[in-house]
């Protein structure tokens, strides 16, 4: 199935066409996220595929989506295989996420290297290209991967700022001594005690929730146990909400109020977390 779809990345017009990410959560209303929200997944470039025939298939798919900036950024990006396909995998589902976002809502079809994904100076990914110079708001754009999975959600928000995604496999076993240093006591009440799937798919679920709100302000979990804390969840919905500490929101000018909601449910076999 991989080789013949990156086979056909020969040409321009096929990539500009094709899918390499599959549209994702199309049903918003049974996940409790906005409708101007688009969802892509890759899962279908595991690394035995890229790193097949010497890494030919990587080397032509990273050719055909990545801006010449972000190639270079690719080739000279330190850490393991595995690593260096994670970050390809999610570069390629946030272009496909922006790509149907854009063309959604300004009709414009967009080529994947027309999207450079770059980091802002929070670390947050943001979409850019001169093709954000033909719309009046460039949509928000987050990341998030697992093994060879990659997810990406962008859109433009009603009521502006931006979003966060998480995800976690609904297999994970997250460490008691992991537990006790990321959820505070306050949070860790919250996790209902029995049964031990519950519990486990909801520290799952608290993880990916803290995760996704801590990537609308640009901080991730570790460190942050104080300043970005669990305050309310609901069994039924899954919907938690997620306070920002005052010392750390005054950080962040964009962000616009100091409680984020996030969705938080289960999909293709993943605990998955989205927030905005």
């Known amino acids: 199935m991989g080789g013949g779809l990156i086979r056909s990345l020969g040409g321009w017009a096929e990539v500009k066409k094709m899918l390499l990410a599959r549209p994702w959560l199309?049903?918003?209303r049974r996940f409790d996220?906005?409708?101007s929200l688009s969802c892509?997944?890759?899962d279908r470039f595991p690394d035995d595929v890229l790193s097949a025939h010497s890494n030919t298939y990587k080397n032509i798919l990273a050719d055909s989506v990545l801006s010449r900036e972000e190639r270079s950024t690719w080739q000279n990006m330190k850490g393991s295989n595995s690593w260096r396909n994670q970050w390809l995998r999610g570069r390629i589902a946030a272009k496909e996420a922006v790509r149907r976002s854009v063309q959604d809502e300004h009709d414009l079809a967009l080529f994947?290297?027309?999207?450079?994904?770059m980091p802002d100076r929070h670390g947050r990914p943001m979409a850019c290209g001169m093709w954000t110079s033909q719309i009046a708001s460039t949509p928000s754009v987050s990341i998030a991967h697992t093994g060879d999975v990659a997810v990406a959600v962008a859109g433009r928000l009603v009521h502006g700022g931006g979003v966060g995604i998480d995800i976690e496999r609904i297999e994970r076993v997250i460490?008691?001594?992991?537990?006790?240093?990321?959820f505070c006591e306050q949070e860790r009440i919250l996790i209902?005690?029995?049964p031990d799937g519950l519990r486990q798919e909801w520290i799952l679920r608290f993880w990916c929730a803290k995760e996704a709100a801590g990537k609308i302000i640009g901080s991730g979990i570790i460190g942050q146990t104080g300043n970005i804390r669990i305050e309310e969840r609901r069994i039924q919905s899954g919907k938690v909400t997620v306070s920002v500490?005052?010392?750390l929101a005054r950080k962040f000018k964009d962000l616009k109020k100091k409680t984020i909601r996030v969705a938080t449910f289960q999909s293709d076999g993943l605990v998955v977390g989205i927030s905005c």
């Open 192 to 194: 209902p005690a029995t």
């Open 112 to 117: 994947p290297a027309d999207i450079e994904i």
């Open 245 to 247: 500490a005052e010392k």
């Open 33 to 35: 996220i906005p409708e």
């Open 26 to 28: 199309e049903d918003r």
């Open 40 to 42: 892509c997944l890759v």
């Open 175 to 182: 460490p008691e001594n992991v537990v006790q240093y990321a």
